[in-house]
DNA sequence: GTATATGCAAACAATTTGCACGCCT
DNA sequence: AGGCGTGCAAATTGTTTGCATATAC
């Protein structure tokens, strides 16, 4: 049951490209659109690979794993933000830090908070802007 | 691709029993969990049954899902509230409204807000309580 | 040299769906 | 009577894993 953490990991050129792509990305993308991109750099790249690549940047802090419904999504930005998800587009926003003020008494009833999680949804300002249908 | 929202919906004797369930517990169950529950009420109901009710009643607005990792968990809770889950006990916790204070300015920019999911995580009051092991 | 990582395909787990029959309205 | 809902089992989807080989160190 212990858990093994003096694994030597190795530098290897799949994961390397997998964390550029998800650092060069805002669009928190999922692991099948990883891997197509993954794959015009490293055309035999697997999907097992992508996915055993994802669980290991993530066991390291390097990314973060968004759980959208059924799918996950990644995000190749670690520090603390948010994100609001357009209704009408599906895109996922990042909401910055400054934009949402957040207060809790929680810790006075003897729970020690670690993470805080904030997902808003409604519609994006692009469409808004646009004619209604 | 037109939604269907004039279907006449039958009040199952399935879709009260596994609504009931989820109204009288606070643990926010899997679709697993309210199965084996809804089986001692109607013995031979089946897992499928379970997940279409669960989907309709969502539709309807009487329940909730969560998305926990990879399965969903449900909420007969409907009104105001957040969730906090322990990382010790695994339990999820619900965190009333005038426990968090949150305040935003995305409409500012153009958003409109629809819904706010706030998750904390961390220790609960009761394994914050007990012996370190 | 050796243990970790890979590609591939099969396995898995959660959820969804097709179908024939049942039962609410 | 008609159509929505059910039970059952098979299908689907997203993700994980076993294995033989390749590769980083």
């Known amino acids: 049951m212990l858990k093994k953490d003096n694994i030597k990991r190795r530098n290897t050129y799949q994961r390397q490209v997998i964390l550029e792509i998800l ?10 659109w990883i891997y197509e991109k993954a794959r015009k750099e490293i055309p035999n790249i697997s999907l097992g690979t992508v ?5 290991i940047l993530k066991e ?14 990644f995000d190749g930005r670690i520090d603390n933000h948010f ?19 957040i207060k809790y008494n929680l ?9 805080i999680d904030i997902n808003l949804t409604g519609v994006c300002s692009k469409c808004n802007g646009e004619k209604s249908s």
Chains 1, 2 share one sequence.
């Open 23 to 32: 650092k060069s990305t805002n669009i928190h993308p999922t692991a099948d």
């Open 51 to 55: 996915y055993r690549n994802l669980k």
């Open 60 to 73: 390291e802090g390097l990314i973060l794993e968004l759980t959208d419904g059924k799918q996950s999504r």
């Open 83 to 101: 994100h609001f998800k357009c209704e009408k587009c599906g895109s996922i926003f990042d909401v910055e830090p400054e934009d949402i003020f």
């Open 107 to 115: 810790e006075e009833k003897g729970f020690t908070i670690r993470t």
